[in-house]
DNA sequence: CTGAAAGCGCTTACAG
DNA sequence: CTGAAAGCGCTTACAG
């Protein structure tokens, strides 16, 4: 494969100035710098990026982007739709994409990728809860982003939803829409970030709509089908059952719609909403949040590569992204 | 960050004897040797692979993923066990995964990103038909090998299912269950590579039981809802028709479902069996001939970096991994 | 058993 | 406006 050697001897000038003509640096006459580009073109150069990296940053134009060991989690279709929108980005700006994951807990792949000069940068999605990691890259001052809120003491730039937004616009929607009695159902404990978030935008709605908050009206599983099927039980038993519900999970909200057809009722009861959307709550016609998550990597890409264009240290900044309701079949408004 | 010299001069050696240590190569004392890794370990010491791969290979221990642009195929839950499948692999032989697509067709990021020495070699799934492309890896010798039969006239490695098999297996299954009038219905002309495959696979089972073979069982659609009805439809209508169906696609089988429901029949009156197993043929509990699409990744895998550790040009390899069928409950003996 | 030197392909001050 | 030289971090013959 051809070199900037082959290039500067056959067009007949020196390698510097083949390099100047090249990279549109210098001060060649045009003449010499279109011989050198039409040569280049001729002989199908491409600059070998090793070579290139090694001169310049020590590093490659690739940005590393870390996810969950596929298989272990439920995130095909998240997946993918990350991967495109940091690829558009990245081909955008001519940046490579390296994929990774850890292997198991305390893994050090990626700092050892760091430490090899491959990528300028890093996006993390679903973060390993390792903060050892983000540590050391803060240490090293290496540009990462998080696709969503950093663990707790981890002070970085990250890209995220709106969560108490979204629960409030959510909650909003079903007032709006006539209900008063609405509960909400958590997949895991209300002092977990999201869920924290998500129940204060519930009550934000309430509170802001004269409505007042009620516990019998909250209820905390684990996010699976049983605990869908459990809330409704529960909220049926009432002596005023909620007329709408949110869901913390797909299949919570699954579990709810099976709940109602055992009793004897069905979607054009109650009102469900839930998060976030994906293919599951969409084939099974439930209204649901829709997280962004094609615009949160794209916008986290962008952010990770204007911070590997800075050379000082700068501040972490963060994005805020809406989501957004869509209406289904399972969205009622009160009789 | 760490360089071999500070490593050298902490240890007291050359940089020579640095590299040979922590190589594992040349002849030293246990001793300096010893010394030399303990240094190292204590650094934090990763030897920079730009600088690695430009003096040896003149590349980096990098495999180049191909995949249709995100977004726009049916392909988030293949494509994750493809890069969980390769990434495996990869990590076992310490090899790095580089994801890419082509833009367009006639794109030549494939080719740029051979030349510029990021990768070693390359695996593509869904190969664009750019015949171009390989023709030009060809010529330079370059490792790749096709998830799939390459297009006509190129020669190259490959590894793919096993389409006459499969359709032999499920049709004898048909067979064996005691079905003789067996439909088979293709999502497009029976000249495409695949359900030529199929096809051909289907009449040898029919043949070897004795079954002769009957135009009018077999309905060529377009792999659509709409194309599974109409086949159920014309199937209905014959004097005598098929107990048994086997469909191209998923969308062909759930269209065969909901005709059979506008007839008054379901899945318990036809046994149906559909290509390829995926979570929209297990949601409708449609059996399915199962294509190990992790198992054709990580041998595709394993197949590359063993091409890219030949030096002298080597004839391609192939290989054929068997298909599997998937029985749910649209597979009924005959009554 | 170990060190000095050349070189991978590039870029970038520095002279002229 | 252009060329000769140094250097990025590593490996690998080649001397000793």
Redesign the pocket.
């Known amino acids: 494969m051809a ?3 082959d290039v500067a001897k056959e067009a007949g ?5 083949a ?2 003509a ?2 549109g ?5 045009e003449e ?1 710098r279109a011989k050198i580009i039409e040569t280049a073109e001729r002989l199908n150069y491409k ?2 990026a090793l ?2 990296g ?3 940053s ?1 590093k490659i134009n690739t940005i590393g982007i870390i996810i969950p060991k596929p298989g272990t989690e439920f995130l095909p279709f998240v997946g993918m739709d990350i991967l495109g929108g940091i690829g558009e980005v990245a081909n955008e700006k001519k940046y490579n994409m390296l994929l990774d994951w850890e292997e198991g807990l305390g893994g050090t792949k990626v700092l050892d990728l760091v430490r090899s000069g491959i990528v300028r940068g890093l996006v993390f999605f679903l973060p390993l809860n390792d903060v050892t990691t983000f540590r050391a890259l803060n240490d090293l001052n290496f540009p990462y982003v998080l696709m969503s809120r950093p663990p707790e003491g981890v002070y970085c730039s990250w890209v995220d939803v709106d969560n108490v937004d979204a629960a409030y616009q959510a909650t909003v929607s079903l007032i709006k829409a006539g209900h008063t009695r609405i509960s909400f159902s958590s997949p895991g404990p209300i002092e977990f970030l999201v869920s924290s978030d998500r129940h204060s935008g519930y009550r934000q709605a309430l509170l802001s709509h004269n409505i007042s908050y009620d516990e019998s009206y909250v209820s905390i599983g684990n996010g699976d089908i049983q605990s869908g099927k459990a809330a409704m039980t529960h909220f049926l038993s009432l002596k005023e059952p909620p007329t709408a519900l949110i869901a913390g999970s797909n299949l919570l909200a699954i579990g709810m719609l099976e709940s109602l057809k055992e009793h004897g009722l069905d979607h054009r009861d109650k009102a469900i909403i839930t998060f976030d959307d994906s293919p599951l709550a969409e084939s099974y016609g439930i209204s649901a949040i829709h997280i962004p998550t094609n615009t949160i990597a794209k916008e986290s890409a962008r952010l990770l590569i204007k911070r590997i264009g800075h050379t000082r240290r700068v501040e972490p900044e963060n994005i805020v992204i809406d989501a957004q309701l869509i209406v289904r079949n399972t969205f009622v408004p009160v009789r």
Chains 1, 2 share one sequence.
């Open positions: 070199t900037i050697k000038v020196s390698i510097a100035a390099s100047l090249l990279n640096k210098g001060s060649l006459s010499t600059p070998n070579a290139k090694l001169v310049t020590n």
